[in-house]
C-alpha cells in the first residue's frame, strides 16, 4: 500500500492555491490538475463511479461489501488557503523531542512553543514542517491522502465490512466557495464527514458561519475649521458600526 504521508507529499507537490473574487471556477487552474491526478488515481485503485465534474469536484465509490449501514461519504478540499505563499514547498521532517524548530536558519523562522502550544502535544512524533517560506498545504490535502489511504484499504480483500461509502474532493473551500456547485444529489450519501483538521479522535458537529459582506463607508472631508456638524470620518463610522455587533459572537470568543 502507499502511505498517507508518501501521498500527501506527492500533493503538496501541486500549488493549488485558491484566489478571492475570481471570475471562474475553481479559482485557480491547478485545482482541476490536482483533482485529475487524484480522479486517475482512484481509478486504478479500483473506486467506481469516478468523475471530475466541469467544477472541478470529484467523486467516486467504494462500493459495499455488506447491505448494512447507510451510504456514507467522505470529503475534503483540494485547494489551499492564500494567505501565505503556496510554492514551491520544501517539505522536511522533524523528530520531534521538544523546544524550538529552526524552519528556516537563514532567514531566522523559527517555530516555539510559546507561539504554537501545540508542539507541546507531539513530542515523540515525526513532524513534517516547511522551510518557512510557503505554508505546507496540510489543510487539506493530509485530509486528502488520509481518505485516499483509507480508500485503498477498504478496497483490499482483507478489508472490514462495510456499506457503500462515497467520496468527494472539492475546490475553492478557502475561499468560501466550497460548497457552490456541490450536488448533494449526486454525491448521494446519507451521512457526511469531511477530514479536515482538529485533534486525533475527535469529531466536530457544528462550525462558524464563513459568510462574508463588503460594507462600504462614505465620509464627507471637511476643512477642520468649518467641520462642526458637518465633517463624517468614516473610520469613526467603522468604529462606531464594529461597537454595534454582537461583541461576543466574534470568533476570538467562540
Known amino acids: 500500500m502507499t502511505t498517507a504521508t508518501e501521498r500527501f507529499l506527492k500533493y503538496i507537490a501541486v500549488n ?5 473574487d475570481a471570475d471562474v471556477y475553481p479559482s485557480s487552474p491547478n485545482q482541476k490538475v490536482l483533482g485529475a491526478q487524484i480522479a486517475e488515481e482512484m481509478k486504478a485503485m479500483g473506486l467506481t463511479d469516478v468523475i471530475q465534474d466541469e467544477y472541478g469536484y470529484v467523486m467516486g465509490t467504494i462500493p459495499a461489501t455488506s447491505e448494512k449501514g447507510p451510504t456514507i461519504g467522505l470529503i475534503s478540499h483540494l485547494d489551499t488557503s ?4 503556496g510554492g514551491p514547498i520544501h517539505p522536511a521532517f522533524v523528530d520531534y523531542q521538544g523546544g524550538d524548530i529552526i524552519l528556516n536558519k537563514e532567514q531566522d523562522i523559527v517555530m516555539t512553543p510559546s507561539v504554537f502550544p501545540c508542539l507541546n502535544e507531539v513530542k515523540g512524533k515525526r513532524l513534517i514542517v516547511t522551510d518557512g517560506t510557503t505554508l505546507l498545504g496540510a489543510d487539506d490535502k493530509a ?4 481518505i485516499m489511504t483509507l480508500a485503498e484499504r477498504l478496497l483490499r480483500p482483507d478489508a472490514p465490512k462495510h456499506g457503500k461509502i462515497r467520496i468527494g474532493f ?4 478557502e475561499v468560501g466557495e466550497g460548497t457552490k456547485f456541490f450536488d448533494l444529489e449526486k454525491f448521494g450519501a446519507q451521512i457526511a464527514y469531511t ?3 482538529g485533534a486525533l479522535g475527535e469529531l466536530e458537529y457544528e ?7 463588503t460594507i462600504t463607508i462614505k465620509g464627507v472631508s471637511v476643512h477642520t475649521g468649518s467641520a462642526k456638524d458637518q465633517m463624517i470620518n468614516a473610520a469613526a463610522v467603522g468604529c462606531e458600526f464594529q ?12
Do not use: H, W
Not at 82 to 85: E, L, P, Q, T, Y
Not at 170 to 173: F, I, K, S, Y
Open 16 to 20: 493549488t492555491t485558491s484566489v478571492d
Open 82 to 85: 492564500n494567505a501565505v505563499s
Open 143 to 146: 485530509g486528502v491522502a488520509e
Open 170 to 173: 472539492t475546490p475553492d473551500e
Open 195 to 197: 477530514v479536515d483538521g
Open 207 to 213: 462550525n462558524f458561519n464563513a459568510a462574508t459582506a
Open 243 to 254: 461597537s454595534l455587533l454582537p461583541e461576543k459572537e466574534q470568533p476570538v470568543y467562540t
